[in-house]
């Protein structure tokens, strides 16, 4: 987790292996051992179909990166050779289980190195889950509760899944961040170089940022989100009551992926705040401690893990990427034509119109049939508008908006636009023309829409001018095809 302040250093050396034990968990008020899987035993049916994570698993992966720092200097931090060992390991294990994997280079970065991204074939392209923890320490450590836990447990996650090859029904993209300590930075980067269709695909971003704190508590990014119920459902069927992560707020890789528009949840076990005495009575563990006793220091090493947080938090990743992806077979594509009425013969059905709008009206010609929908061309201030809700099927390979739009104009202007079309689909705005795109005839425009699928938006056409000289928008033939 990103702190309030930030040591770096650079140190370059080899790998090497060693042995380490984690330490045991804290107690609670119905311990686990470390070698046993925490499952629920009054769990849903659901929950018992997803895969039981393997804490000793992720404890192997947890000694890597650990033996990785002791080669390199101590750390792992962003654009060292430890966080480029560490970035080789996890890449060579998930190529090797049949992912695609790719590094990003994060240019912007304090220390400019690579995030590693990694999609599982199977699923439609447009319903991305996205599982994401950051790579990189703080250069005073290992940084292994801070973060190899997350990385860990994505990687376990992402092999088991590969292992077992289920039908997806979404599909699942996993990612390693460089730079979080620094300021978010590597997350930032990638969210940023995603076009709004891009974002658009990406239905949940889920963060899993300290997942094994020593002394720690059971929190839930956005705890009451619907994007967060299947991870608070699987904790809940352990009886652990989770909170709210408050401490972690804006101080990990989901802070920018919230601030696009894309839901975000995640786990965490709490940094350098101290653990109440309530949290202490329902959680066991040290009150007036911090949750992370090691957080940012040397000692943040596999000693400083418990085992029973950590498997918890395993278990519950792979409950939440059962029930978002996993599933009897793809969503088939219902596709076709969505938009109802697009000719506009039919009457104004399902078209919500200002008055006169859908017309056959002889001033302006038809592209085909008789009848169209003509926005303005009055010479006078007015505002008109042609909406209708469409629903999005999911599943499918594209997703094209289209229409053919006429634009006649009295204006004499090259430069200055005076009226205005706005082309919206739900709250995003595809295009804006105005009077400067007259034409003598139809001009057929499209749009890739793919960011939509499996949503019920409404697509709206709204026509200003100003108080002279007329400008006509004339729109035929409206189709939205999925297939």
Same mark, same amino acid.
């Given at each position: 987790?990103?702190?309030?302040?930030?040591?770096?250093?650079?140190?370059?050396?080899?790998?090497?292996?060693?042995?380490?034990? !984690?330490?045991?968990?804290?107690?609670?008020?119905?311990?686990?051992?470390?070698?046993?899987?925490?499952?629920?035993?009054?769990?849903?049916?659901?929950?018992?179909?997803?895969?039981?994570?393997?804490?000793?698993? &992720?404890?192997?992966?947890?000694?890597?990166?650990?033996?990785?720092?002791?080669?390199?200097?101590?750390?792992?931090?962003?654009?060292?050779?430890?966080?480029?060992?560490? !970035?080789?390991?996890?890449?060579?294990?998930?190529?090797?289980?049949?992912?695609?994997?790719?590094?990003?280079?994060?240019?912007?970065?304090?220390?400019?190195? =690579?995030?590693?991204?990694?999609?599982?074939?199977?699923?439609?392209?447009?319903?991305?889950?996205?599982?994401?923890?950051?790579?990189?320490?703080?250069s005073a450590g290992p940084?292994? =509760?801070?973060?190899?836990?997350? @990385?860990?447990?994505? !990687?376990?996650?992402?092999? &088991?899944?590969?292992?077992?090859?289920?039908?997806?029904?979404?599909?699942?993209?996993? %990612?390693?961040?460089?730079?979080?300590?620094?300021?978010l930075n590597g997350s930032?980067?990638?969210?940023?170089?995603?076009?709004?269709?891009?974002?658009?695909?990406?239905?949940?971003?889920?963060?899993?940022?300290?997942?094994?704190?020593?002394?720690?508590?059971?929190?839930?990014?956005?705890?009451?989100?619907?994007? %967060?119920?299947?991870?608070?459902?699987?904790?809940?069927?352990?009886?652990?009551?989770?909170? +709210?992560?408050?401490?972690?707020?804006?101080?990990?890789?989901?802070?920018?992926?919230?601030?696009?528009?894309?839901?975000? @949840?995640?786990?965490?076990?709490?940094?350098?705040?101290?653990?109440?005495?309530?949290?202490?009575?329902?959680?066991?563990?040290?009150?007036?401690?911090?949750?992370?006793?090691?957080?940012?220091?040397?000692?943040?090493?596999?000693?400083?893990v418990s085992a029973t &947080?950590?498997?918890?938090?395993?278990?519950? &990743?792979?409950?939440?990427?059962?029930?978002?992806?996993?599933?009897?077979?793809?969503?088939?594509? $219902?596709?076709?034509? $969505?938009?109802?009425?697009?000719?506009? +013969?039919?009457?104004?059905?399902?078209?919500?119109?200002?008055?006169?709008?859908?017309?056959?009206?002889?001033?302006?010609?038809?592209?085909?049939?008789?009848?169209? %929908?003509?926005? =303005?061309?009055?010479?006078?201030?007015?505002? +008109?508008?042609?909406?209708?809700?469409?629903? #999005?099927?999911?599943?499918?390979?594209?997703?094209?908006? @289209?229409?053919?739009?006429?634009?006649?104009?009295?204006?004499?202007?090259?430069?200055?636009?005076?009226?205005?079309?706005?082309?919206?689909?739900? @709250?995003?705005?595809?295009?804006?023309?105005?009077?400067?795109?007259?034409?003598?005839?139809? #001009?057929?425009?499209?749009? =890739?829409? %793919?960011?939509?699928?499996?949503?019920? $938006?409404?697509?709206?056409?709204?026509?200003?001018?100003?108080?002279?000289?007329?400008?006509?928008? #004339?729109?035929?033939?409206?189709?939205?095809?999925?297939?």
């Amino acid at each position: 987790m990103r702190g309030r302040t930030l040591s770096a250093g650079v140190a370059l050396a080899v790998f090497a292996a060693m042995t380490v034990t !984690l330490a045991a968990q804290p107690a609670t008020a119905s311990p686990a051992t470390a070698s046993t899987a925490t499952r629920p035993t009054a769990a849903a049916a659901a929950a018992l179909a997803a895969p039981d994570i393997s804490v000793s698993n &992720v404890q192997a992966h947890l000694t890597q990166f650990n033996a990785i720092a002791t080669s390199n200097g101590g750390h792992r931090r962003a654009g060292s050779a430890g966080y480029t060992a560490s !970035l080789s390991y996890v890449k060579t294990r998930l190529q090797s289980a049949g992912y695609t994997v790719s590094e990003q280079y994060c240019s912007s970065c304090t220390y400019p190195s =690579n995030n590693l991204i990694a999609e599982w074939p199977g699923g439609p392209a447009d319903q991305v889950v996205m599982f994401g923890a950051h790579l990189d320490g703080v250069s005073a450590g290992p940084g292994i =509760n801070d973060n190899a836990t997350g @990385s860990s447990t994505l !990687l376990e996650n992402a092999l &088991v899944l590969a292992a077992q090859n289920p039908t997806m029904t979404k599909r699942v993209r996993f %990612a390693w961040w460089t730079d979080e300590e620094q300021g978010l930075n590597g997350s930032r980067f990638y969210v940023n170089s995603l076009n709004s269709t891009q974002r658009g695909y990406i239905k949940g971003y889920y963060n899993f940022d300290m997942v094994g704190s020593v002394n720690g508590g059971y929190f839930i990014n956005r705890v009451s989100s619907s994007t %967060a119920a299947p991870l608070k459902a699987y904790w809940d069927s352990l009886g652990l009551q989770p909170e +709210e992560n408050v401490e972690g707020q804006g101080r990990s890789d989901d802070y920018y992926f919230q601030q696009a528009g894309i839901p975000t @949840s995640g786990y965490a076990a709490g940094a350098s705040a101290r653990k109440t005495s309530s949290q202490a009575a329902k959680w066991g563990g040290t009150a007036n401690s911090a949750y992370d006793p090691c957080y940012h220091r040397s000692c943040d090493t596999t000693a400083n893990v418990s085992a029973t &947080v950590l498997n918890r938090a395993a278990d519950g &990743v792979a409950y939440a990427l059962w029930q978002l992806a996993v599933g009897g077979g793809t969503p088939s594509c $219902v596709g076709g034509q $969505v938009v109802g009425n697009g000719g506009f +013969e039919s009457g104004s059905t399902p078209w919500t119109a200002s008055s006169g709008v859908i017309t056959n009206a002889s001033g302006q010609p038809a592209r085909t049939g008789s009848y169209k %929908a003509w926005l =303005n061309g009055n010479g006078s201030t007015r505002t +008109e508008s042609l909406y209708q809700s469409v629903t #999005v099927p999911a599943g499918c390979a594209t997703y094209t908006l @289209s229409f053919w739009l006429h634009i006649d104009t009295a204006e004499t202007t090259g430069s200055t636009a005076y009226d205005r079309l706005t082309v919206q689909l739900g @709250s995003s705005t595809l295009a804006t023309y105005s009077n400067l795109h007259a034409a003598s005839g139809y #001009v057929q425009r499209s749009f =890739n829409v %793919a960011g939509f699928a499996g949503q019920t $938006v409404t697509l709206r056409f709204t026509g200003t001018e100003d108080s002279s000289l007329q400008t006509s928008f #004339v729109i035929d033939d409206v189709t939205l095809q999925a297939s």
